[in-house]
């Protein structure tokens, strides 16, 4: 299973389990405003079980059928709308699913209350008492609001990163913490010229394309889009992310094979195809919380400025993917296992001086074996 498809499947998840959570508790609550004082008290046959199997079954569909159009719908096919347009179509949407939701609700219980089929003139009138009764109404304007603020959240966790957000959540880098970490810095050849040629507009919208498309290779490599910096993307993964099946190499073929699919949708829009380089090293970073009206996690330590440095020796060498040997050394497997390390080939470049700094690093470049 592709990691993305295992990311989106865990987003299912977590609204199947937050929306019972709801139904639950809207149940709960609508007992106690029913046995409260300001109450007229409860009707004949009233059954709390009844009230929560039926809240409880609603929120399940709900969760089946509208968590489902979310997630791998509307997030994938909508992603270029405003929020507030797929909120509001969402929300909409689902007072649509809820108004379905309770008649199929009362074609399931009517008959049975009424101890007759459906068709029966009194089940009928039952039928239509359990569809207008102002319940359904509440719960559809209350679901709209739930589904509103699930779909949010889902933008929120998208313009944050998959992972960012809920880390963002927790807590988890309130303070400062040292990790160990792959990155990879990669930015587009030629962008120069490419910006003067197509314009400013039209450039905006050839990057947004081309970072939209290297998207899914990405998150199928389980990287992490650490930033955007002009034609530049920088990845990053944790140590046992990136090394298992080679995870960080492995992402520059995906991506530079998907490109190499879309090639005639580049040509026919811009007249050209983009080609892209990028370097790889490894190393101790701190990732902690800054900002405050802007808030993001960010990583920092000499490892980014060596793979930026390391990024900017492809144009000297001309390759397009360098790595440092620091960084290959942690890929290899253990003598005797076969692996996929044999998908490619590393030819050493020699040992460059870092810029600024009275030290040298082995870089190496790498090819793939395997016909992209």
């Not at 959570?21 to 007992?31: A, E, N, P």
């Not at 520059?252 to 490109?259: A, C, P, S, V, Y």
């Amino acid at each position: 299973m592709k990691t993305n498809t295992r990311y989106k499947l865990n987003q299912l998840a977590v609204i199947f389990t937050a929306w019972l959570l709801i139904g639950f508790f809207l149940s709960v609550y609508d007992h106690l405003v029913l046995v409260s004082e300001n109450s007229l008290g409860l009707v004949e046959g009233y059954s709390f079980v009844k009230i929560l199997v039926r809240n409880m079954f609603g929120a399940f569909i709900g969760a089946l059928i509208g968590g489902s159009i979310l997630v791998f719908y509307v997030n994938e096919k909508f992603q270029e709308k405003p929020y507030a347009y797929t909120i509001l179509v969402v929300s909409v949407s689902f007072v649509l699913i809820i108004a379905f939701i309770t008649l199929l609700l009362g074609v399931l219980i009517v008959p049975g209350q009424t101890g007759k089929p459906l068709s029966d003139p009194a089940s009928l009138a039952a039928f239509k008492n359990f569809v207008t009764d102002s319940h359904p109404i509440k719960n559809g304007l209350a679901w709209a609001f739930v589904v509103a603020v699930t779909q949010l959240f889902l933008q929120v966790n998208s313009k944050f990163g998959q992972r960012n957000f809920w880390n963002i959540i927790r807590g988890k880098y309130n303070t400062p913490k040292e990790e160990q970490r792959i990155f990879m810095s990669m930015d587009i050849d030629s962008s120069t010229s490419i910006a003067e040629k197509l314009g400013d507009e039209t450039y905006h919208s050839f990057l947004k394309d081309f970072f939209s498309d290297i998207t899914q290779p990405i998150l199928n490599n389980k990287g992490n889009i650490y930033q955007y910096v002009g034609d530049e993307v920088i990845v990053s993964w944790t140590y046992e992310e990136g090394i298992e099946a080679l995870h960080c190499i492995q992402c520059f073929f995906d991506i530079k094979l998907h490109i190499q699919n879309k090639r005639e949708k580049y040509l026919k829009k811009y007249g050209l195809e983009p080609t892209f380089k990028a370097g790889m090293h490894c190393g101790k970073v701190v990732a902690g919380e800054i900002g405050i009206i802007k808030r993001d996690i960010t990583y920092s330590g000499d490892v980014l400025n060596t793979v930026s440095w390391i990024q900017g020796m492809c144009k000297n060498f001309k390759k397009e993917l360098i790595a440092s040997a620091d960084l290959l050394k942690e890929l290899r497997l253990p003598a005797g296992k076969v692996g996929i390390i044999g998908k490619y080939i590393e030819k050493p470049l020699g040992r460059i001086e870092l810029r600024g700094k009275n030290q040298k690093m082995l870089l190496k470049a790498l090819e793939s074996l395997t016909r992209e």
